[in-house]
């Protein structure tokens, strides 16, 4: 029976064997259809390529557009069209991911296909659903694509990262900035261990609780920015619809109603000039806040200052929402066809500008009511009608704000306490002094939305992630603290505690991972076998650690995926004779070589790969990687060293039964084996070949000889 079934699913979260980005690895057996590539089952490519047209696009290995329709045509197996099926339904839905793979294994009609994951149930169920798809087009049966998408779509929404946060990772991430996802919301770690810094949407680790608080006072926060010079509209906090009207004769009509501790402009009534408008809007302020404030009423539009650090990094002006009548249509279909039915409007997080829906927005009712309308009613034609005064219509104003308009907005946000504010104020000419035309500042927020700047209904789109990037980390930092990963067949856990033992005597807070358990600071924190990705990943969110050392298994590395998107030092140890992972498809010293230079591959430009110079199949790594190499050796004679010497560059061997430090032709003796416990004790070659790579990585990492020779020479395995 024809049949594709998933045999194994694999989370790789880090760098792998296949990219550097999280990747879904299935395993998958499609039975009898590898005697039936695409060209010979009838009508199935046509029947895939009308529900997924878009697969035109996937260029494959013609590296042209429809390159994979021609891969179809010509005749391609399962797994290949699984890989691609589950891209294109990943980014149908929103979730784009351009890598995927697709190998044949030892064992026949046995695949292996890999994806990129941004999220990994996301990916997980499109693989599922790519299954399904083409299965039914195999078997020409019906299925229901665009029911597919919505669910994954769905998903998206729910399950990945927002937008607002979305852009500052995604900024972060091209400045070579490292993140971990920290929860299932929008908690983000941007950086490692000390180095590190906290989002949560457009709120930072430096977003103090007073601030915010502040912030969702409107009555407090205006006094305070009253007391220090900041333009506000005069205003009164009331208790009931009758003192609403009082503080309005007070203040002059017109005024505007408002919650006070309300945000996204949510029970908003401004432009009010009659007492029932008055204490109409102000039961529709109190069922959205637990306190009401009548303001003064200010003469033109709303517009929102993004203040980043200080500094504005985006505006957006807002304007009214209205319809025009046709003489036949109701308001509520007006609305509909005119307003709901722009594709930038929506319910998902991604959407710009929010459904308008009356049911749900008490204060466009009131508008309609001043106005003399309801949802039913039929405006004249060409009548046009006012929905909503403070609509969320943004349009890019960044670059005509007055200087001294974005001064006012920055210590507004500074009064308030904030490092990242979104700062409201009403002016009819943002390119003009607030003072000139009475404009003032309404409101200060706490996590501002960003969407607005990203996707603004008019205008350029402003790189606020970017902003809050450079906020968080100075043009030089990267958010990375010294990592060293560790790999091979044998030796990984005494070479990863030695080279932790050196960093500690070197004054760093370490956090260490290894086969041995977990370790902060040398203080053992768990036992048994912690060089997995989990362990690794408490070491990078430690606020404490200020390095880092992992060991990183075969089976880890094929399994998992590493912790860290890159690293200072990567040490191979070796790669055993006849070594193979049977039960990962792994069966031969090829095969273990691309596994093992995963963890060459992800060494810095600025870093150094340490390599077993007499393993045949260590040694040649050196050309994969991005830094320098470091080649260890017991015999100076070996032909890699001596070639690497020759080149000026750096080596560890013994001569003479002593540990020789030599860049070139200069040669500095380390320390005599007979001092060291580790080899005095065994002189095997194995533990003389660990404590090499251990003096090689601390070599790499800038720690000095007399403390590397301390190092060596107090480690004890006990």
Not at 355 to 378: I, K, M, T
Not at 479 to 488: E, L, N, Q
Not at 500 to 526: D, I
Not at 652 to 668: D, H, S, T
Request: glycine share 8%.
């Amino acid at each position: 029976m024809k049949n594709i079934e998933i045999l194994r699913i694999m989370s790789l979260r880090g760098p792998n064997i296949w990219t550097y980005r999280s990747t879904l690895e299935a395993w998958i057996d499609i039975g009898e259809l590898e005697d039936f590539p695409s060209n010979t089952l009838p009508g199935f490519n046509q029947r895939l390529t009308t529900w997924l047209p878009s697969l035109i696009e996937h260029r494959c290995s013609y590296g042209e557009r429809g390159g994979f329709v021609q891969r179809l045509e010509d005749g391609t197996w399962p797994g290949h069209i699984l890989e691609h099926v589950t891209l294109e339904l990943q980014n149908l839905a929103g979730m784009p991911g351009g890598f995927g793979k697709a190998r044949s294994t030892s064992v026949r009609g046995v695949y292996k296909v890999a994806v990129r994951a941004r999220h990994e149930q996301v990916t997980r169920a499109a693989l599922y659903a790519a299954r399904d798809l083409v299965m039914a087009a195999i078997e020409d049966k019906p299925f229901d694509v665009p029911a597919a998408i919505g669910t994954l779509r769905e998903m998206v929404d729910s399950r990945c990262l927002g937008p607002s946060t979305a852009c500052i990772v995604e900024a972060a991430d091209e400045r070579r900035i490292p993140s971990f996802r920290l929860t299932e919301g929008n908690l983000v770690q941007l950086g490692h261990g000390i180095r590190q810094r906290r989002i949560w949407t457009a709120e930072t680790d430096q977003t103090s609780a007073i601030a915010e608080s502040i912030s969702s006072d409107k009555d407090l926060t205006k006094s305070l920015l009253q007391a220090c010079g900041v333009p506000v509209p005069e205003g009164q906090l009331v208790e009931s619809a009758a003192e609403a009207w009082e503080a309005a004769e007070d203040i002059g009509l017109p005024v505007v109603v408002k919650p006070s501790d309300a945000n996204h402009g949510r029970g908003v009534c401004i432009d009010l000039t009659t007492r029932a408008e008055i204490e109409a809007a102000y039961e529709i302020a109190l069922k959205e806040g637990s306190s009401v404030i009548v303001e003064r009423f200010i003469r033109g539009n709303e517009h929102r200052l993004l203040i980043v650090g200080g500094r504005l990094a985006a505006a957006a002006r807002g304007e009214p929402v209205s319809i025009t009548g046709d003489g036949k249509s109701t308001i509520l279909q007006l609305i509909d066809t005119q307003l709901n039915s722009d594709p930038r409007r929506g319910e998902l997080e991604e959407c710009p500008l929010s459904l308008v829906l009356l049911d749900q927005e008490p204060a466009a009712r009131l508008e309609l009511e001043r106005q003399g309308y309801n949802g039913d009613s039929v405006p004249a034609a060409g009548k046009v009608v006012l929905i909503q005064r403070n609509g969320n219509v943004a349009i890019d104003v960044t670059d005509l704000v007055h200087p001294s308009v974005a001064a006012a907005a920055s210590l507004a946000a500074r009064v308030v306490g904030l490092d990242i504010a979104g700062v409201d104020l009403v002016a009819e000419d943002i390119s003009r002094p607030l003072e000139e035309q009475r404009g003032a500042i309404v409101e200060v927020n706490a996590g501002p939305g960003l969407l607005m700047h990203l996707k603004p209904a008019e205008g350029s789109p402003r790189p606020v992630g970017k902003a809050i990037v450079e906020h968080l980390f100075a043009a030089a930092d990267n958010g990375r603290i010294p990592i060293v990963g560790v790999t091979g067949t044998h030796g990984k856990t005494t070479v990863s505690r030695l080279i932790a033992w050196q960093l500690h005597l070197s004054g760093n807070h370490v956090g260490l991972a290894c086969g041995n358990g977990l370790y902060f600071a040398q203080r053992q924190v768990e036992k048994g076998d912690c060089a997995n990705w989990e362990s690794a990943q408490r070491v990078l969110i430690n606020r404490a650690v200020e390095a880092a050392v992992f060991e990183n298994s075969h089976d880890t590395i094929l399994s998992e995926g590493l912790v860290y998107d890159r690293c200072q030092v990567g040490v191979v140890t070796n790669i055993a004779i006849g070594d193979s992972l049977p039960q990962y498809y792994i069966a031969d010293a090829e095969e273990m070589v691309k596994v093992t230079r995963t963890q060459v591959d992800v060494v810095l430009p600025t870093g150094v790969a340490v390599l077993n110079a007499a393993d045949p199949l260590v040694a040649p790594m050196a050309s994969l990687c991005d830094g320098e190499v470091i080649f260890f050796g017991i015999d100076a004679a070996l032909p890699v060293i001596a070639e690497h010497l020759a080149q000026d560059k750096r080596a560890v061997f013994i001569r003479n039964e002593q540990i020789m430090l030599a860049i070139g032709k200069n040669e500095m003796l380390l320390a005599d084996i007979t001092t060291v416990p580790l080899i005095a004790r065994n002189k095997e070659q194995f533990q003389l070949e660990n404590v090499l790579a251990a003096v090689a990585a601390a070599w790499a990492l800038d720690i000095s000889h007399d403390l590397i020779r301390a190092g060596i020479e107090t480690f004890d395995l006990a």
